[in-house]
């Protein structure tokens, strides 16, 4: 009899919160004021989310927007997200400094970057901030051009082998192995040659961010213990990937940490030209950040600064084979500057007159930006239209649609650079055009990305003809933006 009884009272609850969040979504202040996906009562978008992949989200997205407008409203399981395209709406949840908290599904991440700066929040992301800034000063991002160009130079040898002109070069793995060096040796200064053996890192990245996307996609497996239950073998991959990066990030901090030490005690002390530099020597309130501080930041600044480069980098190489009249033009300007030598070194002053560079990589990141969408979990009402979306609403940005919107660009499917240089250019909205997000909570690395990424793309053009080979991109999201089949192009040396 207590059993049925306690049976009976844990059904009423149960009911009970059911109705009332039943109630919470027929009342939410966003009714009437957006549209609203949800169809199924309590479950609402979650039912139509079963059939989002990485591969269709693109398109499953573009046809809400077509169908219900820039903005549109849904529930996942009670909670309440909105989801926007409208620059209006966009500039609103952006510009502030009282919507900084990261989306809900980004703490997904935790368990791999921590508390660094992608999670962080309030006193402790500004005291972060704040520190991290100076690392991307113009003296020291002239530091890091060198070693862009360095291992720039690696990729270009490793792409010899394979620059014959009759074999189908998938450039995304070559890339990212370049990328990886590039972001371990200016972030952490120390060189691991991910581009001259294999790496558990490139591979452990890999995982994660593919088991991350699919949690992206299915609401209860942002729950931990919904997670571990559901989809076992996705948990201990996911811990085995974050074990080994953890591993190799305190391995470098300590390697870093002794010789910052020899060199303390031959009174010698260098100017920190890396991130972990910074990280430590760095005190708040008096006191040296913790090695979990240091390895969070160092972790976030390896998932951002190295699929991301990766991405936008392959995808711009993927772009300009496919688009002969605007590799070529692009060529010329770089004979133009550097001449004949294809030894001479990429400097940080070169960019300042490569402005056809700018623009082909400016329309790359809009055609394919390498994290498709961003969100925001609002700290405080926000106003917009004639209502306002309330705290604690989920805020998803389409970056890809945005990007790609008839509206704010002429022929917005078409690769053309020149729009940056043309009329089109002045009358866009600052937040019509937004690769890297905007606000105060922007992408603190997008100087260090544009520079990382003009370097590649010229040294490669310098040394090789890009051909149209080998099948189309498939735009696949997977919290970065990669590709089904492959980024492939073809290679042939350049004749001088």
């Not at 030490?261 to 910074?278: C, I, S, V």
């Not at 006191?287 to 991405?311: A, C, M, W, Y």
């Not at 053009?461 to 492959?486: F, N, T």
């Amino acid at each position: 009899m207590l059993v049925v009884l306690l049976v009976a009272l844990l059904v009423t609850r149960l009911v009970a919160s059911l109705f009332r969040l039943a109630l919470k979504e027929l009342r939410h202040p966003l009714q009437g004021v957006v549209p609203s996906v949800s169809r199924v009562p309590l479950l609402g978008a979650a039912w139509q989310m079963r059939s989002f992949q990485p591969d269709n989200l693109h398109d499953k997205f573009a046809e809400y927007v077509k169908r219900f407008g820039r903005s549109f409203m849904g529930t996942v399981l009670g909670h309440v997200v909105m989801v926007t395209a409208e620059p209006r709406h966009i500039d609103a949840l952006l510009q502030g400094q009282h919507q900084l908290k990261k989306g809900t599904m980004y703490f997904a991440l935790r368990g791999w970057l921590g508390d660094g700066l992608l999670l962080s929040r309030g006193k402790e992301w500004h005291t972060m901030r704040k520190i991290i800034t100076p690392t991307f000063h113009f003296s020291i991002l002239e530091q890091f051009v060198e070693v862009f160009d360095r291992q720039s130079s690696i990729l270009v040898e490793r792409l010899r082998t394979l620059s014959y002109g009759n074999e189908v070069v998938n450039i995304y793995p070559l890339v990212g192995l370049a990328a990886l060096d590039i972001i371990t040796e200016t972030a952490m200064g120390v060189n691991v040659d991910a581009q001259g053996a294999d790496s558990e890192v490139v591979h452990a990245v890999k995982d994660l961010t593919n088991i991350l996307a699919t949690r992206f996609m299915r609401p209860h497996l942002l729950f931990p213990h919904l997670f571990r239950l559901c989809w076992p073998s996705g948990f201990r991959k996911q811990q085995a990937g974050v074990i080994c990066l953890h591993e190799f990030t305190n391995g470098i901090i300590e390697q870093r940490r002794r010789l910052l030490a020899r060199e303390a005690n031959q009174d010698k002390p260098t100017k920190p030209h890396a991130l972990l530099d910074t990280l430590l020597r760095a005190t708040v309130d008096g006191q040296p950040l913790t090695d979990k501080q240091i390895r969070d930041e160092v972790n976030t600044f390896i998932f951002e600064g190295h699929d991301t480069t990766t991405s936008a980098v392959s995808f711009c190489l993927y772009l300009l084979s496919r688009h002969e009249a605007v590799q070529q033009k692009l060529f010329e300007e770089l004979r133009m500057h550097y001449g004949q030598d294809l030894f001479r070194g990429v400097i940080l002053s070169d960019f300042a007159t490569l402005p056809y560079l700018s623009c082909v990589v400016k329309e790359s990141l809009r055609l394919y930006p390498p994290i498709p969408a961003v969100a925001r979990c609002l700290e405080k009402d926000l106003v917009i239209d004639e209502g306002y979306i309330p705290v604690g609403t989920n805020v998803v940005v389409l970056l890809w649609q945005l990007l790609r919107d008839e509206a704010i660009f002429t022929d917005p499917l078409v690769f053309q650079p020149e729009r940056h240089l043309g009329e089109e250019a002045p009358r866009l909205s600052p937040y019509s055009y937004i690769p890297f997000s905007a606000g105060p909570r922007n992408c603190i690395g997008q100087k260090f990305a544009l520079l990382e990424m003009k370097t590649m793309v010229t040294k490669v053009i310098r040394h090789y003809q890009l051909l149209p080979m080998g099948a189309d991109v498939e735009p696949s999201i997977k919290i970065v933006l990669r590709s089904k089949s492959g980024v492939n192009v073809g290679l042939r040396p350049r004749l001088y």
